[in-house]
């Protein structure tokens, strides 16, 4: 295996994803070498069932060893909404400020201890014969009552991780890719692109 395929258009995912398996000494590509590689559509209901589809049907249609992932926020106050739907919270074509604008409005009035939540990203590897294996990592923090910060993308604003007393969209790239939820998925899925990586020179 020389090289793989980010099953993925988000360009900050991608840049993100690239930093963390960029030590695998094999190329890694995006979605944009493949425009004839379909758009998969993400009808999972938990984050595991989204993530092994893109990665398998992204693995056949580029002959590429694929790898994807599919990441829900839950916020205990909230019954764990958004979940899954996290992308798509405030509307099938909803921005990052608008599902945080969202989240925000519906937690309106609960207090600091009881706006609990937890990130949790699935990354799923799949091989073009068929192979799928999966890794998983999850943060926990606190949403808060604002959004803070500038960097990151997605719930990152809002997302405060008590360790650092800070919101993701406050920490560093390499800060956040120390202890995010993405990035505890990916270390396990670079041991296993590892393993699999052996296994084809073992079979070579």
């Not at 258009?9 to 190329?27: Q, S, T, Y």
């Not at 009035?109 to 990203?121: I, N, Y």
């Given at each position: 295996m020389k090289e793989i395929v980010l099953?993925?258009?988000n360009r900050h995912k991608g840049e993100e994803l690239a930093a963390l398996l960029g030590d695998l000494g094999i190329r890694i590509r995006t979605l944009e070498d493949f425009p004839a590689a379909p758009e998969v559509d993400e009808d999972g209901t938990t984050c595991e069932a989204n993530a092994i589809k893109k990665a398998a049907e992204i693995a056949r249609a580029t002959g590429v060893a694929?790898?994807?992932d599919d990441t829900?926020?839950?916020v205990d106050a909230l019954g764990g909404r958004p979940g899954v739907f996290a992308a798509r919270y405030a509307g099938e074509h909803a921005t990052y400020e608008d599902n945080c604008r969202?989240?925000?409005q519906e937690l309106a009035g609960v207090p600091t201890m009881k706006r609990t939540a937890r990130f949790l990203t699935v990354a799923a590897i799949a091989l073009p014969g068929g192979d799928v294996r999966v890794a998983q990592g999850i943060l926990?923090?606190?949403?808060?009552e604002e959004s803070i910060g500038d960097r990151g993308f997605g719930y990152d604003p809002v997302f405060l991780v008590p360790a650092f007393g800070k919101t993701l969209a406050e920490l560093t790239a390499e800060e956040k890719n120390r202890i995010s939820h993405r990035a505890k998925a990916f270390l396990q899925a670079k041991e296993m692109l590892r393993d699999i990586m052996s296994e084809s020179i073992v079979g070579a």
């Amino acid at each position: 295996m020389k090289e793989i395929v980010l099953a993925t258009r988000n360009r900050h995912k991608g840049e993100e994803l690239a930093a963390l398996l960029g030590d695998l000494g094999i190329r890694i590509r995006t979605l944009e070498d493949f425009p004839a590689a379909p758009e998969v559509d993400e009808d999972g209901t938990t984050c595991e069932a989204n993530a092994i589809k893109k990665a398998a049907e992204i693995a056949r249609a580029t002959g590429v060893a694929a790898v994807a992932d599919d990441t829900g926020l839950e916020v205990d106050a909230l019954g764990g909404r958004p979940g899954v739907f996290a992308a798509r919270y405030a509307g099938e074509h909803a921005t990052y400020e608008d599902n945080c604008r969202k989240l925000l409005q519906e937690l309106a009035g609960v207090p600091t201890m009881k706006r609990t939540a937890r990130f949790l990203t699935v990354a799923a590897i799949a091989l073009p014969g068929g192979d799928v294996r999966v890794a998983q990592g999850i943060l926990e923090g606190l949403i808060t009552e604002e959004s803070i910060g500038d960097r990151g993308f997605g719930y990152d604003p809002v997302f405060l991780v008590p360790a650092f007393g800070k919101t993701l969209a406050e920490l560093t790239a390499e800060e956040k890719n120390r202890i995010s939820h993405r990035a505890k998925a990916f270390l396990q899925a670079k041991e296993m692109l590892r393993d699999i990586m052996s296994e084809s020179i073992v079979g070579a």
